[in-house]
């Protein structure tokens, strides 16, 4: 089994919008100025309109960074990739388990772009790197199809709900104790959700982590009959 590493990708920053309205917004209050009222004396060269809207673009690019981006996850990408070698029979469970895996992943990439309150978007973010690892560890190995069976068909889901849950009341704009509440709790379960899902993780492990382990005995034993140890 082997275990995707390609995560950690650099993070892309989009560009804000507001230095483009603030050159705007200078340069026709400028131009507009210059247009209606007669200024009696000579204006420095900076107080051209154009010059002006140039230097209130650079100085609001430095103000306003663009809000970093996330880079997606690419396990929907590698799901849709054959699940096994054309020699192997069909398995149509993994297939299933596969796509139903692949189409929570990018539901849950949705909900998290919706978030705006950061602390539960980078969670969620966590939780989709793991889950994209689980779905790539049970393609790679049909052993893990057991281990996974449940988490894709209770724990996968019902995280995607209570994310849903938790969209729609954060930006409901309501303050009473059951909105407020709920969205607390769910706050506090998204970290019990993490631990969770890198134990699922872990254990898909176990059958390699075996197999080495005989290799490991089986070689000391090799190299102490043939007197190398």
């Keep these: ?9 650099k993070k892309k920053k989009k560009a804000s919008p507001i230095p483009i309205y ?11 100025a210059g247009s209606f009222f007669v200024i009696p004396v000579s204006l420095p060269w900076w107080c ?3 010059i002006l809207a ?18 997606e996850h690419t396990a ?18 993994l297939d299933a388990l596969l796509k139903e895996g692949s189409l929570a992943l990018s539901e ?13 978007e980078l969670k969620i973010y966590k939780i989709e790197e793991i889950t994209g690892k689980i779905l790539t ?23 995607l709900k209570l994310l849903n849950a938790y969209d729609r009341m ?12 709920t969205v607390k709790r769910i706050e506090v379960l998204l970290d019990d959700i993490i631990i969770a899902y890198n134990k699922q993780l872990d254990s898909m492990f176990s059958d390699d982590a075996l197999d080495i382990e005989t290799d490991i005995r089986v070689m000391e034993n090799q190299m102490r009959s043939e007197g190398l140890l």
């Design 54 to 71: 140039g230097i209130t673009w650079l100085l609001g690019d430095l103000a306003f960074k663009g809000k970093p981006e996330l880079p």
């Design 108 to 120: 849950m990439g949705r909900i998290r772009r919706s978030i705006t309150n950061k602390d539960v």
């Design 1 to 9: 089994m082997r275990q995707d590493n390609n995560h950690n990708k």
């Design 137 to 159: 560890n049970v393609k790679d190995d049909k052993r893990d199809v057991p281990k996974t069976r449940k988490f894709l068909k209770y724990y996968l889901p019902t995280t």
């Design 76 to 93: 929907d990408v590698i799901i849709d990739e054959p699940a096994r070698e054309s020699a192997e029979p069909l398995n149509p469970e």
């Design 22 to 32: 603030l050159a705007a917004a200078v340069f026709a209050v400028t131009s507009l």
């Design 48 to 50: 051209n309109p154009w």
């Design 170 to 181: 954060a930006d409901s704009a309501i303050d009473g104790d059951n909105v407020s509440g």
